[in-house]
Nanobody, 124 residues
Framework: QVQLVESGGGLVQAGGSLRLSCAAS??????FGWFRQAPGKEREFVAR???????????DYADSVTGRFTISRDNAKNTVYLQMNNLKPEDTAVYYC????????????????WGQGTQVTVSS
């Protein structure tokens, strides 16, 4: 049974940092993504990382987080991370991890598996 479990959320002041983790079990994945959903808003794409063959990985980001967030992975742990720096109140949301056997879609529910989310709250 495949499971994705997010952790690392919490309350932080604006300008602070958090690192989210998403541990996958049940099978290995080459491609992961992070999404978020703020109150009253739709779930949106944040970042994804895909395997480019060999030791190459490629990442891309939503414009709103580019330069502040970094997605990375630990193959040995089958875990993906989201390092979030210079957090802003508008980053407040539930953050979800998703994984796909193929490419990670920017549409959350088009991916193969997803976790239950972790809350990130940024105070001003």
């Amino acid at each position: 049974q495949v499971q994705l479990v997010e952790s690392g959320g919490g309350l932080v002041q604006a300008g602070g940092s958090l690192r989210l983790s998403c541990a996958a079990s049940g099978r290995g994945f080459s491609n992961f993504g992070w999404f978020r959903q703020a109150p009253g808003k739709e779930r949106e794409f944040v970042a994804r990382i895909r395997w480019g063959g060999g030791m190459r990985y490629y990442a891309d980001y939503a414009d709103s987080v580019t330069g502040r967030f970094t997605i990375s992975r630990d193959n040995a742990k089958n875990t993906v991370y989201l390092q979030m720096n210079n957090l802003k109140p508008e980053d407040t949301a539930v953050y979800y991890c998703a994984a796909s056997i193929g490419s990670v879609s920017s549409r959350f529910y088009d991916n193969d598996y997803w976790g239950q989310g972790t809350q990130v709250t940024v105070s001003s």
